[in-house]
Protein backbone atom coordinates (compact mmCIF):
# COMPACT_ATOMS: atom_id res chain seq x y z
CA UNK A 1 0.00 0.00 0.00
CA UNK A 2 1.28 3.55 -1.18
CA UNK A 3 1.54 6.66 0.92
CA UNK A 4 0.80 8.90 -1.84
CA UNK A 5 -2.49 10.44 -2.03
CA UNK A 6 -4.44 11.32 -4.84
CA UNK A 7 -7.12 13.94 -5.02
CA UNK A 8 -10.31 13.45 -5.91
CA UNK A 9 -11.06 16.18 -8.73
CA UNK A 10 -14.63 15.40 -9.03
CA UNK A 11 -16.89 18.09 -8.77
CA UNK A 12 -17.71 18.35 -4.36
CA UNK A 13 -20.02 20.76 -2.92
CA UNK A 14 -19.74 22.20 0.65
CA UNK A 15 -21.39 23.81 3.30
CA UNK A 16 -20.32 25.89 5.87
CA UNK A 17 -22.52 26.04 9.10
CA UNK A 18 -21.17 29.64 10.32
CA UNK A 19 -22.82 30.25 14.23
CA UNK A 20 -20.07 32.40 15.14
CA UNK A 21 -20.30 36.34 14.97
CA UNK A 22 -19.29 39.68 16.13
CA UNK A 23 -18.33 38.52 19.77
CA UNK A 24 -15.84 36.32 18.79
CA UNK A 25 -14.36 38.24 15.26
CA UNK A 26 -10.78 35.71 15.54
CA UNK A 27 -13.65 33.04 14.19
CA UNK A 28 -15.36 35.32 11.52
CA UNK A 29 -12.58 35.69 8.84
CA UNK A 30 -11.20 31.96 8.13
CA UNK A 31 -15.01 30.69 7.01
CA UNK A 32 -15.05 32.66 4.33
CA UNK A 33 -11.62 32.31 3.48
CA UNK A 34 -12.04 28.43 3.12
CA UNK A 35 -14.82 28.68 0.97
CA UNK A 36 -13.46 31.05 -1.25
CA UNK A 37 -10.56 28.96 -1.87
CA UNK A 38 -12.76 25.57 -2.21
CA UNK A 39 -14.92 27.45 -4.57
CA UNK A 40 -11.84 28.78 -6.45
CA UNK A 41 -10.94 24.77 -6.82
CA UNK A 42 -14.26 24.27 -8.55
CA UNK A 43 -16.51 22.97 -5.44
CA UNK A 44 -20.14 24.26 -4.96
CA UNK A 45 -20.03 25.89 -1.74
CA UNK A 46 -22.49 27.56 0.93
CA UNK A 47 -22.10 29.46 3.67
CA UNK A 48 -25.14 29.44 6.01
CA UNK A 49 -25.37 32.15 8.63
CA UNK A 50 -27.26 30.80 11.64
CA UNK A 51 -26.94 31.83 15.58
CA UNK A 52 -25.13 34.85 15.95
CA UNK A 53 -23.50 34.32 12.41
CA UNK A 54 -26.35 36.48 11.21
CA UNK A 55 -25.09 39.65 12.58
CA UNK A 56 -22.33 39.14 9.71
CA UNK A 57 -25.28 39.48 7.29
CA UNK A 58 -26.11 43.16 9.17
CA UNK A 59 -25.65 46.26 7.18
CA UNK A 60 -23.00 47.98 8.78
CA UNK A 61 -21.41 45.19 10.79
CA UNK A 62 -19.25 43.08 8.10
CA UNK A 63 -17.89 46.08 7.01
CA UNK A 64 -16.26 47.18 10.89
CA UNK A 65 -15.12 43.88 12.13
CA UNK A 66 -11.73 42.39 11.32
CA UNK A 67 -10.22 39.17 12.60
CA UNK A 68 -7.02 40.66 14.13
CA UNK A 69 -6.34 44.62 14.47
CA UNK A 70 -5.22 46.11 11.00
CA UNK A 71 -5.90 42.94 8.90
CA UNK A 72 -9.12 43.01 6.09
CA UNK A 73 -12.52 43.58 7.20
CA UNK A 74 -14.95 40.86 7.19
CA UNK A 75 -16.83 42.45 4.41
CA UNK A 76 -14.03 41.87 2.50
CA UNK A 77 -13.54 37.87 2.97
CA UNK A 78 -17.28 37.63 2.22
CA UNK A 79 -16.92 39.88 -1.32
CA UNK A 80 -13.68 37.12 -1.82
CA UNK A 81 -15.93 34.31 -1.52
CA UNK A 82 -18.29 35.89 -3.25
CA UNK A 83 -16.29 36.62 -6.27
CA UNK A 84 -15.26 32.64 -6.08
CA UNK A 85 -18.91 31.87 -6.66
CA UNK A 86 -20.12 30.82 -2.53
CA UNK A 87 -23.36 31.29 -1.88
CA UNK A 88 -24.66 32.86 0.93
CA UNK A 89 -27.66 32.17 2.89
CA UNK A 90 -28.88 33.76 6.32
CA UNK A 91 -31.18 32.20 8.52
CA UNK A 92 -34.91 33.95 8.74
CA UNK A 93 -35.50 31.62 12.56
CA UNK A 94 -32.65 33.86 13.73
CA UNK A 95 -33.21 37.18 12.90
CA UNK A 96 -35.85 38.16 15.08
CA UNK A 97 -33.42 37.10 18.25
CA UNK A 98 -30.82 39.74 16.85
CA UNK A 99 -33.72 42.22 15.80
CA UNK A 100 -32.49 42.14 11.96
CA UNK A 101 -35.40 43.27 9.41
CA UNK A 102 -35.15 42.16 5.61
CA UNK A 103 -34.53 45.44 5.14
CA UNK A 104 -31.13 45.00 7.24
CA UNK A 105 -29.12 42.71 5.08
CA UNK A 106 -26.38 43.11 2.98
CA UNK A 107 -26.56 42.96 -0.46
CA UNK A 108 -23.93 39.69 -0.49
CA UNK A 109 -26.68 37.42 0.88
CA UNK A 110 -28.28 35.48 -1.49
CA UNK A 111 -31.03 33.59 0.27
CA UNK A 112 -32.84 34.07 3.22
CA UNK A 113 -34.21 30.55 4.47
CA UNK A 114 -35.08 29.00 7.22
CA UNK A 115 -33.57 25.67 8.66
CA UNK A 116 -34.99 23.27 6.50
CA UNK A 117 -33.13 24.82 3.93
CA UNK A 118 -29.83 24.14 5.83
CA UNK A 119 -30.94 20.82 6.67
CA UNK A 120 -31.34 20.02 3.12
CA UNK A 121 -28.00 21.74 2.01
CA UNK A 122 -26.04 19.36 4.82
CA UNK A 123 -27.84 16.24 3.84
CA UNK A 124 -26.64 16.54 0.29
CA UNK A 125 -23.42 18.22 0.51
CA UNK A 126 -20.10 15.76 0.12
CA UNK A 127 -18.52 17.68 3.16
CA UNK A 128 -19.71 20.31 5.87
CA UNK A 129 -17.91 22.69 8.39
CA UNK A 130 -18.97 24.66 11.18
CA UNK A 131 -17.87 27.82 12.93
Do not use: W
Amino acid sequence: MSDEHYLDNEEKSVVIVMSSGPSTPHRCATPFYISAILASMDAEVSVFLTMEGVKLGQNGIAENLAAMEGGKTIIEFIRDAKSAGVRLYLCKPAMPGYKLSDTDIIDEVDEIANAGKMADLILACDKSMFF
